[in-house]
T-cell receptor, first 112, second 112 residues
């Protein structure tokens, strides 16, 4: 069965430090891959997505993600974190409308 | 352009009561979705509608019904609420599956 794993429940980084959030998936084929961000009390907003082609994907707010087929991973990165990046981040995968799977989320805290 | 709107924002029900969560989008999207979000579990798809007049079950449909009233509106009904349905419910819409999903602000439901 398809599944998505975000191994880190909570990450704390200092403002200005780099960030990497991990996402691993189990799927029968290469699915569509997404990263969403959720600020407190808000809905989710798409950061970036990968379907095919270049395995390094650029998104909004300075985020990027790298797809590694051999590792079934789609990790999210940012070179320098800002205090406004504090939020919860969700990885999602799927091939069809009815099989979208979201990870449990990683909560990011940014220290001043 | 309001995007995706949901009503109500908060609701408290007693076990066995019924209620309908309303969702509307003004982006002329074909697809609409209902998710529930529970701590540590990410988002799980309840039902989705690929187009006006069609609805299909997602990962956790038991205890719920949906209606795609027209292209704009997609409602979620709890016929006999149970404490296990205490959750935050999100509605989303997209042009096509592989496109960005736009999320509403959510409805926080408590069933006592």
């Amino acid at each position: 069965a398809q599944s998505v794993t975000q191994p880190d429940i909570h990450i704390t980084v200092s403002e200005g430090a780099s960030l990497e959030l991990r996402c691993n998936y189990s799927y029968g084929a290469t699915p569509y891959l997404f990263w969403y961000v959720q600020s407190p009390g808000q809905g989710l907003q798409l950061l970036l997505k990968y379907f095919s082609g270049d395995t390094l994907v650029q998104g909004i707010k300075g985020f990027e993600a790298e797809f590694k087929r051999s590792q079934s991973s789609f990790n999210l990165r940012k070179p320098s974190v800002h205090w406004s990046d504090a939020a919860e981040y969700f990885c999602a995968v799927g091939l069809r409308r009815n099989d979208m799977r979201f990870g449990a989320g990683t909560r990011l805290t940014v220290k001043p | 352009n309001a995007g995706v709107t949901q009503t109500p924002k908060f609701q408290v029900l007693k076990t066995g009561q019924s209620m309908t969560l309303q969702c509307a989008q003004d982006m002329n999207h074909n697809s609409m979705y209902w998710y529930r979000q529970d701590p540590g579990m990410g988002l799980r798809l309840i039902y989705y509608s690929a187009s006006e007049g069609t609805t299909d079950k997602g990962e956790v449909p038991n205890g719920y019904n949906v209606s795609r009233l027209n292209k704009r509106e997609f409602s979620l009904r709890l016929e006999s609420a149970a404490p296990s349905q205490t959750s935050v419910y999100f509605c989303a819409s997209s042009g096509d599956f592989y496109n960005e999903q736009f999320f509403g602000p959510g409805t926080r439901l408590t069933v006592l």
